[in-house]
């Protein structure tokens, strides 16, 4: 794991890391209750601002989580303007001048409070951390997970539980064990959904097709991204279900995620994607995003730009 910036935001307090702390009574800690995004921080090309990927939206996925889980008490304590404004007072205390993730979460402030979250007390935690490469190769070997993704009406994807992760810890574990980096989920009916952290693309006869947001996934940020950046430059998005041998026949295949950004994906199983080497179209939407994210431009509607002091 990453150093971890040592100011954080706790508990409504600007403090040092290593004074926040949750008991091991809490409810986050017994029960898994609380829920969390993770925002990219992009140096821009000339050096001089930071590029906060899209805050705004991930904000409102929090609140959206919010509402699944009935934390009522975030949702009337913050809105955007006193979330931007911690985000851009830690930048700013953190000195941060490199690609950074911002970790934020939403969690039940109570000890022994039981498996339940409603009319319970919210808080909310923020810390940076350096942005590293979740998988640090060209192309990523993943395999089909003998473990489905949970369904919507056991814990929902769309609402980012951080006890929903279990799920992936699972899956990961299971392709680790195999040799290989990550794993991809079906759902109850063997459909597509995602991989364990991201969303999935393939390409098929120059068509970009994904599963739907009704398919178990998450709601991704970087998934909409693609999804216009390859609108915008007249390549044709499809969002249906996906059996599982149609991944085997792949022309090009990527993974997407705020973390991951755009992974190009060289192998499913036992069968090689596009003879391992990056697509055409993969490549092309991996360097529009990767520009996008760098530019240094106030009108930008991708990000919100932090001049660097």
Do not use: C
């Not at 009522?72 to 979330?83: E, K, L, M, N, V």
């Not at 499913?268 to 490549?283: K, L, Q, W």
């Amino acid at each position: 794991m990453s150093n971890i910036y040592p100011r954080v935001y706790f508990k409504n307090k600007f403090i040092d890391f290593k004074e926040a702390n949750l008991s091991i009574g809490s409810a986050p800690v017994l029960y898994g209750l609380s829920s969390y995004t993770v925002i990219p921080v992009f140096l821009s090309e000339d050096k001089k601002s930071l590029n906060i990927f899209r805050l705004r939206d991930h904000f409102e996925r929090l609140i959206n989580s919010s509402k699944i889980l009935n934390f009522g008490d975030f949702i009337s304590a913050y809105d955007y303007s006193r979330f931007e404004k911690i985000i851009l007072r830690l930048l700013t205390e953190n000195e941060i001048q490199n690609d950074s993730l911002i970790r934020v979460t939403v969690f039940v402030d109570e000890l022994l409070s039981g498996a339940k979250s409603i009319g319970l007390k919210n808080s909310l935690s923020v810390f940076i951390y350096p942005m590293t490469k979740l998988i640090n190769k060209k192309g990523a070997d993943l395999m089909i997970s003998s473990y489905r993704r949970t369904p919507d009406n056991s814990i929902p994807a769309r609402a980012k539980v951080n006890g929903g992760y279990v799920n992936s810890a699972l899956a990961k574990n299971e392709a680790i064990l195999n040799n290989y980096d990550d794993a991809i989920f079906l759902d109850q009916d063997g459909h597509l959904t995602e991989s364990t952290i991201s969303n999935i693309f393939l390409v098929r006869n120059n068509f970009l097709i994904t599963p739907p947001q009704n398919s178990d996934l998450l709601e991704g940020i970087t998934r909409s991204t693609v999804i216009d950046i390859a609108k915008e430059n007249k390549i044709k998005v499809i969002q249906r279900t996906i059996d599982r041998t149609e991944i085997y026949l792949a022309d090009e295949l990527f993974l997407s995620g705020s973390s991951l950004f755009i992974q190009p994906v060289f192998r499913v199983d036992h069968v090689n994607i596009n003879n391992r080497n990056m697509g055409s179209i993969t490549n092309k939407i991996s360097h529009l995003f990767r520009s996008l994210v760098r530019e240094n431009n106030s009108k930008n509607k991708w990000v919100l730009n932090k001049s660097i002091k």
